[in-house]
């Protein structure tokens, strides 16, 4: 019977979607399990899932899907997850004295709703400005990475990221533009597919419309090589 009022109050919310925190809901115990045993149950489960729906799993284009998927929730992308495989970021004393808006652009976001377990596809945009650390250019695009490849929701993503290049720089000047696509709403539900879902984190001196308005200038950049 609480099963069946759990589920009688899940559809009441509807697609009434809830984020609760900026950070994933992760159990305490989540990573006592290894990767290994954790694919062997999730294959389990996969096949169980497909069997309910009345696929045939001894065909040979499907026999191995379940073992498929598991290794791809676990290995790929759900891989963020796991904190041991969070990017190490290489900050280095700005030597230079460059003290201009760096920014990083149209970086590839491939996360997934963790309301329907479909794919966000999109772009990052992330800037910062040094008080004296620079940060290797391909850690900015490790740090989006990692905090996508697991269930998100786009909002807790974007705020995830700034932390973490806050935290890496020492620094509040740092911010984040992501535009994407979730297929939770173009493939399912009202089946849009034109739109796209655009969120943002400011911190520091980005939280001033001239330096804000910098950064979006240049966002707009024609990229051509």
């Known amino acids: 019977m609480k099963i069946d009022k759990?589920?009688?109050?899940?559809?009441?919310?509807?697609?009434?979607h809830i984020a609760t925190s900026a950070v994933n809901p992760i159990r305490e115990d989540a990573?006592?399990?290894?990767?290994?045993?954790?694919?062997?149950?999730?294959?389990?489960?996969?096949?169980h899932i497909m069997e309910t729906l009345g696929l045939d799993?001894?065909?040979?284009?499907l026999k191995g899907t379940p073992h498929r998927v598991?290794?791809?929730?676990?290995?790929?992308?759900?891989a963020g997850?796991?904190?041991?495989?969070?990017?190490?970021?290489?900050?280095f004393e700005n030597q230079y004295q460059y003290g201009e808006m760096l920014v990083e652009k149209n970086i590839t976001v491939y996360s997934t709703c963790e309301h329907h377990l479909l794919p966000i596809v999109g772009r990052a945009h992330v800037a910062y400005i040094s008080n004296g650390n620079v940060i290797g250019l391909s850690k900015m695009n490790r740090i989006v990475d990692y905090y996508a490849k697991r269930p998100q929701v786009q909002e807790r993503m974007t705020m995830q990221i700034v932390q973490e290049l806050q935290k890496s720089l020492g620094t509040e000047n740092v911010a984040c533009i992501i535009d994407a696509k979730h297929l939770c709403v173009n493939s399912r539900g009202i089946r849009d597919i034109e739109s796209s879902t655009?969120?943002?984190?400011?911190?520091?001196?980005?939280?001033?419309?001239?330096?804000?308005?910098?950064?979006?200038?240049?966002?707009?950049?024609?990229?051509?090589?």
Not at 198 to 219: C, H, P, W
């Open 57 to 61: 799993l001894t065909d040979d284009s």
């Open 198 to 225: 655009v969120t943002s984190e400011f911190g520091g001196v980005f939280k001033d419309k001239a330096v804000k308005r910098e950064f979006l200038d240049y966002i707009k950049l024609e990229t051509n090589f």
């Open 31 to 47: 990573f006592d399990t290894s990767d290994e045993d954790k694919i062997r149950s999730i294959t389990k489960d996969v096949f």
């Open 81 to 91: 997850l796991h904190p041991d495989r969070k990017p190490k970021a290489s900050v």
């Open 6 to 16: 759990a589920l009688e109050a899940l559809e009441a919310m509807g697609d009434n």
């Open 70 to 78: 598991a290794k791809m929730f676990v290995n790929e992308i759900f």
